[in-house]
C-alpha cells in the first residue's frame, strides 16, 4: 500500500539556520500536500504540489516535488521562532486511504 | 465561514468504557476524515466519510468506528476503551469530491482523550 515517509523526525536548529524536511513515497503521488502544527495546535494547510519538479515559494519556505512524483521537500531559509512546530507531508491519494507522514519536528534554539 | 467543529474538547474515561467524540465539518463540506494522533506515531488515519459513505478506512481494530449524517456531521466511537486509546482525535473536512484529492483539509482543534 501507499506509505510516506518523512526524515528527519526531529530537527534541532538555532535560530537564523536553515532547515529542510524530506518525504519520500513508495509509489507515485498525484499530488502533495505540506501542513504545519504548532505545539498545542492543529494542522493547518500550507501549499499543495502537483506537477512533476514542481517548486513553490511562500516568503522563507521553498516547497519541491521530485520529477518522479515520488518525493518532496520543504526548506526554510534562516529560520524563525514562529517556524517552530511539526511539518507534515500529506497525500491523499489512492485506495489505501488519507495518509500523512509521521512529521518532522522542528526545535529552535534562541 | 465557520471552521470545523469538534466536541467535546476534553474528555477522561476509564478503561472498558466507550466513547462517542462528534465533529461538524464546514458548511459544504463533505468529506469528513478523522486522525488520531499520539506523540511517537504521527497522524495516523482512521477513516473517511463522504455523503454518508465510509470510503476508506485506517489500519485500526473494530472497537473504533464511525458514522456520518445528512447534514455531513460525523462521530466516531470508540468500545471498550483501552488506556493505549489515549491520544488527541482529530478530523477534518474538505470538499474532497472523487478518491484523489487535490483539496486542502481543514482541521478542528481535536478531542483529547485520556483513558486512565
Known amino acids: 500500500g501507499q506509505q510516506v515517509m518523512q526524515i528527519p523526525q526531529y530537527q534541532h536548529v538555532q535560530e537564523g539556520e536553515d532547515f529542510t524536511t524530506y518525504c519520500n513515497s513508495s509509489?507515485?503521488?498525484?499530488?502533495i500536500q505540506w501542513y504545519k502544527q504548532r505545539p498545542g495546535g492543529h494542522p493547518v494547510f500550507l501549499i499543495q504540489l502537483v506537477k512533476s519538479g514542481e517548486v513553490k515559494k511562500q516568503k522563507r519556505l521553498t516547497f519541491q516535488f521530485g520529477e518522479a512524483k515520488k518525493n518532496s521537500s520543504l526548506h526554510i531559509t534562516a529560520t524563525q521562532t514562529t517556524d517552530v512546530g511539526t511539518y507534515f507531508c500529506y497525500s491523499g491519494g489512492g485506495a489505501d486511504g488519507l495518509t500523512f507522514g509521521k512529521g518532522t519536528h522542528l526545535i529552535i534554539q534562541p | 465561514k465557520a471552521g470545523v467543529t469538534q466536541t467535546p474538547r476534553y474528555l477522561i474515561k476509564t478503561r472498558g468504557q466507550q466513547v462517542t467524540l462528534s465533529c461538524s465539518p464546514i458548511?459544504?463540506?463533505?468529506?469528513v476524515s478523522w486522525y488520531q494522533q499520539t506523540p511517537g506515531q504521527g497522524l495516523q488515519f482512521l477513516f473517511e466519510?463522504?455523503?454518508?459513505?465510509?470510503?476508506n478506512k485506517g489500519n485500526f481494530p473494530g472497537r473504533f468506528s464511525g458514522r456520518q449524517f445528512s447534514n455531513s456531521r460525523s462521530e466516531m466511537n470508540v468500545s471498550t476503551l483501552e488506556l493505549g486509546d489515549s491520544a488527541l482525535y482529530l478530523c477534518?473536512?474538505?470538499?474532497?469530491?472523487?478518491?484523489?484529492?487535490?483539496?486542502?483539509?481543514?482541521f478542528g482543534s481535536g478531542t483529547q482523550l485520556s483513558v486512565l
Open positions: 458548511s459544504g463540506h463533505r468529506s
Open positions: 477534518a473536512s474538505s470538499a474532497r469530491q472523487g478518491r484523489i484529492t487535490n483539496e486542502k483539509l481543514f
Open positions: 466519510y463522504f455523503s454518508e459513505t465510509q470510503r
Open positions: 509509489t507515485t503521488l498525484s499530488n
